[in-house]
């Protein structure tokens, strides 16, 4: 059958220029892989080529071996680059493909594996201006994370290269003399495994060449110029208070905007703003933006500009179902409900009646214990106490890694943050002990939401204290509300609230209780079940909450930055010589939202 004009035009044409470097990428990958089996494994015994190559000065196939094995890994590491539109792994695949196809000629004469080289190489030459994505946010740890990944492949590859040779090995070397052998291959010293023949040109040559690649992407890692991620600076930050001053009513999560380990992007005319964290390539943004709502496409679009130019997977966590209206329409983006935000108003709470009566109880015992509250602003604590108040609180964190990103402020007690909320439980007559904080027993911290509002920011206790500390102080903060001008207070944010509720109901279908048994079943590891319930019993009103995002491919990828972002998952290696507060044996947190964090 003869194809049509149309077709034999579209073949020749050659791809779509936008969909080059997710091809290239994915054939990067294949031709590394084919190039490292080409190193590791014998060449062909019958090629004419064969002999020839024997009798070139230089030992041809030995040499040919490992640069077909080192561009071989070198290639794998760039598809992903290659995928993500990077400029720099651009041009080092442009090199590693010719030299690639000349090893695999040289040494296993695949004339196949030659004009798929080639052709990629065409095609990256062709569209050269797909790629001008540039680098991300990057840190000295990625040389020390190069060289122990790197390095433990060379290892297990180089115990590859020493094994294939079953009829070459003069003798029968055990494992250890075989990994020794592949220890001193890769520092370029001679092992003790024996090969006949030119085998062991071979295999040193290929043991040199990854020792060498380790060292030289170590080095590359180390001593490039460093581009850590970009924090707010005094100008972005008093902007953005500016902005909260005027609108910061709209949003509850909006004084998280002020987080210092974000970076922000402004509209032009400067009224709107969005904040946001790079994560594993993927653009994190929290809530909604910040601003006057006719500004927020401009603020958006530069969000979005910024991560074409990085080729960042943008996303947004946490927005209003107002911010997810504007994101999906100025975007083209999907947004997908993931929960729901518990607000309090503080006119309709009451602790009388049934509803309430598990909540009250536990109050009035924790009273009749002698627990004490206060709710103060962070303006009206003296520096001493608040100091205290500081290291309690992270003291008494449950991990060592602080988390949240989205929904906390990751500071407290900063004077920048006059108007926060602090509310403290005391037990009079406990400070005489040698406890390092006094009487105090537990910690909330409340930031603005707007003029009359405030959001929970974390929530943390003595483990020594009574069961119900946080219940205390929220009714407590929930009461000293009207002293303090404050209509509103935003409490827990509860993942898949809506699922959990449905599915415990009279009717609920099988499909959406097997949600719910999931759910469940994934409340042993987060806090998605006990959150819920926990927001529940003060009798909130449910806001739901959004993440937006591009297709539906990019979840898993989003949902992973979102637990790196969040501290959940944590990818940087421990500082060693970083100084820290001792942690007072026994204290931890065990109590939903008591990490810093109020997303579960």
Request: proline fraction near 6%; glycine fraction near 10%.
């Amino acid at each position: 059958m003869v194809p049509s004009e149309g077709l034999r035009r579209r073949i020749l044409r050659g791809p779509r220029p936008d969909a080059v470097p997710s091809l290239v990428g994915s054939a990067c990958a294949a031709v590394g892989l084919i190039d490292v089996a080409a190193g590791v494994f014998p060449r062909f015994r019958h090629s004419r080529m064969h002999t020839f190559a024997e009798v070139l000065p230089g030992a041809l196939g030995p040499f040919a071996a490992a640069l077909s094995l080192s561009s071989g890994v070198l290639l794998l590491l760039l598809a992903h680059g290659i995928k993500r539109r990077k400029r720099r792994a651009w041009r080092a695949a442009v090199v590693l493909l010719p030299a690639g196809a000349v090893a695999q000629f040289a040494y296993r004469h695949s004339v196949l594996g030659v004009l798929l080289s080639l052709a990629l190489c065409f095609l990256l030459v062709r569209h050269r201006a797909e790629f001008a994505a540039l680098p991300d946010p990057r840190s000295r740890w990625r040389a020390l994370a190069n060289f122990v990944l790197l390095g433990a492949g060379s290892l297990a590859l180089g115990l590859v290269v020493v094994s294939v040779h079953p009829g070459r090995v003069v003798g029968d070397p055990s494992i250890a003399d075989r990994l020794q052998h592949v220890l001193y291959g890769l520092l370029g010293l001679e092992g003790p495994v024996e090969y006949t023949g030119p085998t062991s040109w071979t295999v040193a040559y290929s043991l040199g060449s990854l020792g060498l690649l380790t060292a030289v992407t170590t080095v590359y890692f180390a001593f490039r110029p460093e581009h850590p991620a970009a924090r707010l600076d005094e100008d972005d930050e008093g902007r953005l208070r500016a902005l909260l001053e005027r609108h910061g009513s709209r949003d509850s999560l909006g004084y998280f905007a002020l987080r210092r380990d974000k970076s922000v992007v402004f509209s032009p005319s400067g009224k709107a703003a969005v904040c946001y964290r790079v994560v594993s390539g993927v653009m994190l943004a929290g809530g909604d933006p910040i601003g006057d709502v006719e500004a927020w496409p401009g603020a958006i679009e530069r969000f979005m500009d910024e991560a074409r130019s990085h080729s960042w997977t943008p996303a947004v966590m946490g927005c209003s179902e107002t911010g997810g209206e504007v994101w999906t329409r100025e975007t083209g983006l999907t947004a997908l409900e993931i929960g729901d935000e518990a607000v309090v108003d503080v006119a309709d709470f009451s602790l009388a009646g049934r509803a309430m009566r598990n909540v009250r109880q536990m109050v009035k015992r924790i009273e009749r214990n002698g627990y004490e509250t206060r709710v103060r602003r962070v303006r009206d604590i003296g520096p001493t106490e608040l100091d205290r108040i500081r290291r309690a609180a992270a003291d008494w964190r449950g991990t060592d890694t602080e988390r949240g990103f989205s929904m906390a402020l990751g500071r407290l007690g900063d004077p920048a943050d006059g108007d926060c909320v602090v509310a403290t439980a005391h037990l009079p007559g406990a400070g005489d002990d040698a406890s390092p904080y006094g009487d105090l027993k537990a910690v909330l911290h409340f930031v603005p939401w707007g003029e009359d509002g405030l959001s929970l920011e974390l929530m943390r206790r003595d483990r020594s204290a009574d069961p119900g500390m946080n219940e205390l102080l929220i009714v407590a903060s929930l009461q000293a509300a009207p002293r303090l001008s404050v209509a509103q207070v935003s409490l827990n944010f509860a993942m898949f609230r809506s699922a959990l509720a449905r599915g415990e109901r009279l009717g609920a279908g099988p499909v959406l209780r097997c949600w719910r048994g999931l759910l469940i079943f994934l409340s042993r590891w987060f806090q998605i079940e006990s959150l819920y319930k926990f927001n529940a019993k003060f009798r909130p009103r449910w806001e739901p909450r959004f993440v937006v995002f591009r297709t539906a491919r990019e979840l898993p990828r989003i949902g992973f930055a979102a637990l790196q972002a969040e501290g959940f998952v944590n990818l940087v290696p421990p500082r060693p010589f970083r100084p820290r507060h001792p942690r007072p044996c026994g204290h931890r947190t065990d109590h939903p939202g008591e990490q810093g964090v109020r997303a579960a």
